[in-house]
């Protein structure tokens, strides 16, 4: 549906384009060039749609997918089990005691 609405506003601003382009341009030579131009426009925003419209769509499918949730999150889980013993964030017994006497 997205996609529909992109390609008439993509397809009139082109049309408009031309329009100028066949007004104003008068040399055939330039005229042509010109328009081949806006053409390949319309051709490349409109393979940008397509691409976003994709992506987009699939990272939705990702937003509800348990299982990306669950592997993303181990790393974050494994952090949370090291900070709950405050020791284990000294690698040693000399660092533990030196940051007691800091206080």
Do not use: H, W
């Amino acid at each position: 549906m997205f996609n529909v609405f992109a390609y008439s506003m993509v397809d009139s601003i082109q049309e408009s384009k031309i329009k100028f382009v066949n007004q104003f341009v008068t040399n055939p030579e330039i005229n042509k060039i010109m328009t081949n131009f806006v053409t390949s426009q319309s051709k490349y925003t409109k393979q940008a749609i397509d691409a976003g419209a994709d992506a987009t769509t699939k990272l939705g499918q990702l937003s509800v997918d348990k299982a990306f949730y669950t592997e993303a999150f181990e790393p974050v889980k494994a952090a949370f089990e090291q900070f709950k013993d405050p020791s284990s964030l000294f690698t040693t017994a000399s660092v533990a005691k030196a940051a007691k006497k800091a206080k």
